[in-house]
């Protein structure tokens, strides 16, 4: 499994079906994943109020897709905006369960982030907070890649898009050849 992070809007759906459509790879999605498992939807201005518990949700649906045995990338965060809009990192201990083969971290600039944004969920963030969240994303998956031992790929926005698919077709083959 690889794990495909970045905050809210940064195109992570967008990757994930560009990878299926390419490369022929199951994408999910950790929000959807949780609320199929919680019997739950999330509001649409991303405010968690229940962090830590959603993560026993997801670990529940990964075991199932692990059972299952095939290759798949996980859309998913590393940080979220909790009921107070805090930025707020998930557990570590959830990562370390949840054990990719290697995370991509999309990036884009924070005025296209909001942008999109405001178009999908009708919610209007600052370019500041959309970058100082996209920092802390940054700075935490960089720690957790650090401390499972597994690649980290930095994509840089839309224009990326072509070295990031060869950095997950690089991955899926080294993970198939037991690397």
């Known amino acids: 499994m690889i794990f495909i992070s970045g905050v809210h809007g ?18 999910f999605s950790a929000s959807e994943l949780i609320s199929e498992h919680k019997h739950a939807e999330f509001s649409r ?14 670990l529940m649906a990964i075991r199932d897709l692990n059972a299952v045995g095939s290759d798949y990338l996980l859309d998913g965060h590393f940080c979220l905006l909790n009921a ?52 802390e994303e940054a700075i935490y998956a960089k720690e957790v890649a650090e401390t499972l031992g597994i690649p980290l790929k930095v994509s840089a926005g839309a224009d990326d898009l072509e070295n990031t698919l060869d950095f997950v077709r690089e991955t899926m083959r080294r993970v198939k050849d037991g690397w």
């Open 10 to 27: 940064v195109g992570k759906s967008y990757f994930c079906n560009k990878v299926k459509e390419k490369l022929s790879i199951n994408t």
């Open 45 to 58: 201005d991303k405010l968690i109020p229940d962090i830590d518990h959603n993560q026993q949700y997801l």
């Open 84 to 135: 107070d809009g805090h930025v707020t990192r998930i557990p570590k201990d959830t990562f370390i369960a949840l054990n990719p083969d290697a995370i991509v971290l999309l990036t884009e600039k924070p005025r296209t982030i909001a942008e999109r944004r405001k178009k999908r969920d009708g919610v209007n963030h600052s370019t500041d907070s959309i970058h100082q969240f996209q920092e």
